[in-house]
Every structure is written in C-alpha cells, then in structure tokens.
C-alpha cells in the first residue's frame, strides 16, 4: 500500500524506472543545497514531486542499507521514502533510519547549513541531532569506493 494520496499523485510529475528516478531525485536534491548522494537509493521504480507543496517520494523494489564509510554510518531506505522539500530543508522524512550505538533511530529533518559552511545536520523524532560534513554524501567519493571493492 502506497504512502501517497492520489490527489497529491494528481498534482506531481512522476517518473518510472531506476535511471531516471535517480537523475530526478539526484537533481531535485542537489537545486535544494544537499549532497548528490544523500539518499543512495537502489533499484527505484517510482519517484514523484509536487512542486506547489514540495511533497516527494521515492519508491525502491525493496528495504535497502548503505554504509557511509566517510562517517561510519549505517543508514536503512524503507520501500517508500516521503518527505516535504525546500531550499536547504527536507522535513517531515519518512522512511529513514540511521544506526546510533546499537539502536535503529527514524531521521525525520535533515538541514543543510549551505555550501559555505558544508554540514548536514539530521534531526530524530526524539530531538536527538547529529551534523556531519556536506562531503561525506558526495555522489562521486560513493562511486570511487565501490570501484576499488
């Protein structure tokens, strides 16, 4: 079941298929002020974006991890990730999880402070927040790594 009401599917543009899913979130994230490869996604099949409310989502074929080797950060991608976008702000996010200690904690904010400064600060449900450099999310440090496995 769908996290998305189809009256907000009637007022997105909507895109189908992994390649051009990736270059839309990829490029919608990037005009917002954040990193390339904030959220490494694999294998979407569905991703849409309501320009008036800044609604996205993202769809995956299924529950995906990635390993952020710059800031030893496991971090978890629901099926269905959503989230409302604007310049430097992604709130009310679902479909995150970052592993703190041995605990899973949901992400629901993450800010960006702006290329002059270059942080990433993501905010818990339970007011916990953690910053870190804009550069550990680049996309091509992300690719480099896979390359040299």
């Known amino acids: 079941m769908s ?20 270059e839309k979130s990829k490029f919608l994230f990037q005009e917002m002020g954040f990193p390339r490869g ?3 996604l694999k294998d979407l099949v ?9 609604f996205v989502w993202l769809k995956q074929k299924s529950k995906s991890e990635h390993y952020f080797e710059k800031i030893g950060k496991n971090v978890t991608y629901a099926p269905e990730i959503t989230a ?19 605990i899973w904690l949901t992400v629901n904010e ?26 550990a999310f680049d996309e091509e440090k992300q ?3 896979k390359e040299k496995k």
Do not use: Q, W
């Open 84 to 102: 409302y976008v604007e310049k430097l702000k992604i709130k009310k996010l679902t479909g995150v999880k970052a592993k703190e200690l041995l």
């Open 38 to 40: 904030l959220l490494p």
């Open 3 to 22: 996290l998305v009401a189809e009256e907000l599917r009637a007022k997105a543009e909507i895109y189908h298929g992994n390649d051009i899913c990736l």
């Open 110 to 135: 993450i800010h960006a402070t702006g290329p002059a400064d270059g942080k990433v600060v993501f905010k818990t449900l339970t007011g916990l927040s953690r910053t870190f450099p804009s550069s």
């Open 143 to 145: 690719e480099e790594k």
């Open 46 to 54: 569905e991703c849409g974006y309501v320009e008036e409310t800044g």
